[in-house]
Structure formats: structure tokens, C-alpha cells
């Protein structure tokens, strides 16, 4: 199936810094999506991204839909305790199949650790 | 307005015996989906649905079967538990899933299964 390549695998970082994390793909998506997993729990949607080249912010995430639309990335501002968890790309293939058009293909997800 | 609902949150098992894992969604969703989570390896879809009687085989679909009785409902059968189906299992669900539309999946709190 489609590969995401989500990095880095984990972050450690101190509370105020801002984080930076990407994925890439080696085919073409349509859409990007950007998850947040805390412990224990289901992933909770971030940022939806549908239009190549789309920079979208949610508080104080932002995100972007690369112009290739092979890439994604996701920026953390002023980062706080809270934003411990892991953050998620998934990205939808642009395809002719109505099936597989509605497959998410998920990163392997960043483990974000803030420090006091 | 109750989002993706799952049950049981636990459950542990004994090699070999069976079970139903519960998914119910109140948004009118006509896709649902079910992943499987492993440490290191994301999400992984096991089935999915795009409307009431229909479903397909994700990228994992072995030792699972799903059934799509009404629009709410997607439960998972695991007819013969194994211990490599050891694992933390999320439902699913978007308005429509066709490319080209929003199609934001929307996760439940998760079902982990131990199986001994």
C-alpha cells in the first residue's frame, strides 16, 4: 500500500519552543489530514488540508499542503505542556478507484515530549 | 451527539475464542472503517464501509470480519483470536470519503485487546 514518511519519530523540547514536523509521500495526495493521539486515547483531527499549496491554523498550529502534494508539514508555536502526545499525517491518494479514493494512508505518527 | 462510540474499552482473551467489537456512529456517516494499532506502525485499516451492505478489505484484513448492517453500526468479529491480533482497535467514520469532498475521518476511543 502507500507509504508515509512522518518525521522525526519523537521530539523532546522545552515548553515556549516551537516544533516542526513533516511528512512526504512518493505519490500524490489530495488531502491531508493532521491527527493528535494523547494517551489512552483515539486520535482527535488538528488540520484539514484539501488544496495543494493551502497553508491552514488552528490556534497555534499551522499547516501547510505542499505545491507538489507529495508533502505536508505541521508547525507547534509557543509550545505548552499540553501538546505532549502523538501527532499523526494522514493523507489521502489521489486516485481513479472510488474504493481505494477513500483510504487514508497514516504516518507512523511523532512522539512530542514537552519539558518544563 | 454522541461522535464514534466503542465498546468494550478492554478486553482480554484466550487463544482461540471469539469476540464482537462494537462501533456505532450518530453523525449519518456513510463511511466506516476499522484500524489496528501497533507501537512503531501507525494505523493500519483491517476493513472499511461506504454504506449500509457494502464492505472491502483494508491493508489487513486477515482473521477479521466485518459486517454493515445499518448506516450506524460496524462491528468487528474476531472469529479465532490469535496473539499477534494483540492490539489497540479504532473505528472510523466520514460523511462521504470521495475524492475530492471533505471526507475528515472521525475515530472512536479505541478497543485493547489482549489476547493470551
Known amino acids: 500500500g502507500q507509504q508515509l514518511n512522518q518525521s522525526p519519530q519523537s521530539m523532546f523540547i522545552q515548553e515556549g519552543e516551537d516544533v516542526s514536523m513533516n511528512c512526504t509521500s512518493s505519490?500524490?495526495?489530495?488531502?491531508w489530514l493532521w491527527y493528535k493521539q494523547d494517551p489512552g486515547e483515539g486520535p482527535v483531527l488538528l488540520i484539514a488540508l484539501y488544496k495543494a499549496g493551502e497553508l491552514t491554523s488552528n490556534g497555534r498550529l499551522t499547516a501547510q499542503f505542499g505545491i507538489t502534494r507529495k508533502d505536508s508539514f505541521l508547525n507547534i508555536s509557543a509550545s505548552i505542556p499540553s501538546d505532549v502526545g502523538i501527532y499523526f499525517c494522514a493523507g489521502q491518494p489521489s486516485s481513479i478507484s472510488s474504493g481505494s479514493a477513500r483510504q487514508l494512508t497514516f504516518g507512523s505518527g511523532t512522539q512530542l515530549t514537552v519539558l518544563p | 451527539n454522541a461522535g464514534v462510540t466503542q465498546t468494550p474499552k478492554f478486553q482480554v482473551l484466550k487463544t482461540g475464542q471469539s469476540m464482537t467489537l462494537q462501533c456505532a456512529q450518530d453523525m449519518n456517516h456513510e463511511y466506516m472503517s476499522w484500524y489496528r494499532q501497533d507501537p512503531g506502525m501507525g494505523l493500519r485499516l483491517i476493513h472499511y464501509s461506504v454504506g449500509a451492505g457494502i464492505t472491502d478489505q483494508g491493508e489487513v484484513p486477515n482473521g477479521y470480519n466485518v459486517s454493515r448492517s445499518t448506516t450506524e453500526d460496524f462491528p468487528l468479529r474476531l472469529l479465532s483470536a490469535a496473539p499477534s491480533q494483540t492490539s489497540v482497535y479504532f473505528c472510523?467514520?466520514?460523511?462521504?470519503?470521495?475524492?475530492?469532498?471533505?471526507?475528515?475521518?472521525?475515530f472512536g476511543p479505541g478497543t485493547r485487546l489482549t489476547v493470551t
Open positions: 505519490s500524490i495526495f489530495n488531502t
Open positions: 472510523a467514520s466520514s460523511y462521504s470519503g470521495l475524492a475530492g469532498a471533505k471526507n475528515e475521518q472521525y
